[in-house]
Structure formats: structure tokens, C-alpha cells
Nanobody, 119 residues
Framework: QVQLVESGGGLVQAGGSLRLSCAAS????????MGWYRQAPGKQRELVAA???????NYADSVKGRFTISRDNAKNTVYLEMNSLKPEDTAVYYC?????????????WGQGTQVTVSS
């Protein structure tokens, strides 16, 4: 059984910062790409940032220059450093990871963490 557990969400004023963490646990052989998505009320879930096992990153245009994704492979953890937050960043943030176990490779999702940015 594989689990992704997120932490670090909360309420912050515009211009502030938050750091999200997502730790994977279970019978993991390896973790390939990891990423963060978000879903605002009434909107579709969208990619925020992703990072490969080798450290290559990809960002949504709306967060470039403000958000930084990183990972600690020894801890099976991915982070999202969010700076200069805007009210439009308000959403539930979900992490995901492509994880290989004894049963093959699947994409797993966390339960989501709320980020609210007040103006």
C-alpha cells in the first residue's frame, strides 16, 4: 500500500509565502516524476509544477518565478515553495507521484491541502 501525505497548507495574506510538503510511504521500489496540481472552486484541476527523478522541472506559466518545486529522494518527499502568493493561487493543492512497486508503476495522489490567499 502506497500513501502520499501532504502538509503545509493554510491561510496567508497576499504577498506571503507557504511551503507544501508531500511524503510518500509504503512498499516503494522507486519514484519517477512527482508533481503538484491545484483545483480552485468551479475550475478543473491544473498542473502547477512537476519534477523528474533527475531533477528536471516544469512549471505552469502562472507560477513561474514565484513557485519552486524540489524533492528529497532519500525521504521520498516533494516540496513546493510558494512565494509572492496571490488570491488567485487559492485552491486545494494535490501532490502526485509515479511510483513503482512490486505490482508495477502507477500514479498516486495525495488527499489535498487547502491554500487560501487573502487580499
Amino acid at each position: 500500500q502506497v500513501q502520499l501525505v501532504e502538509s503545509g497548507g493554510g491561510l496567508v495574506q497576499a504577498g506571503g509565502s507557504l511551503r507544501l510538503s508531500c511524503a510518500a510511504s509504503g512498499s516503494i521500489f522507486s519514484i519517477n516524476a512527482m508533481g503538484w496540481y491545484r483545483q480552485a472552486p468551479g475550475k478543473q484541476r491544473e498542473l502547477v509544477a512537476a519534477i523528474t527523478s533527475g531533477g528536471m522541472t516544469n512549471y505552469a506559466d502562472s507560477v513561474k518565478g514565484r513557485f519552486t518545486i524540489s524533492r528529497d529522494n532519500a525521504k521520498n518527499t516533494v516540496y513546493l515553495e510558494m512565494n509572492s502568493l496571490k488570491p488567485e493561487d487559492t485552491a486545494v493543492y494535490y501532490c502526485n507521484a509515479d511510483i513503482t512497486t512490486a505490482w508495477g508503476t502507477s500514479r498516486y495522489w495525495g488527499q489535498g491541502t487547502q491554500v487560501t490567499v487573502s487580499s
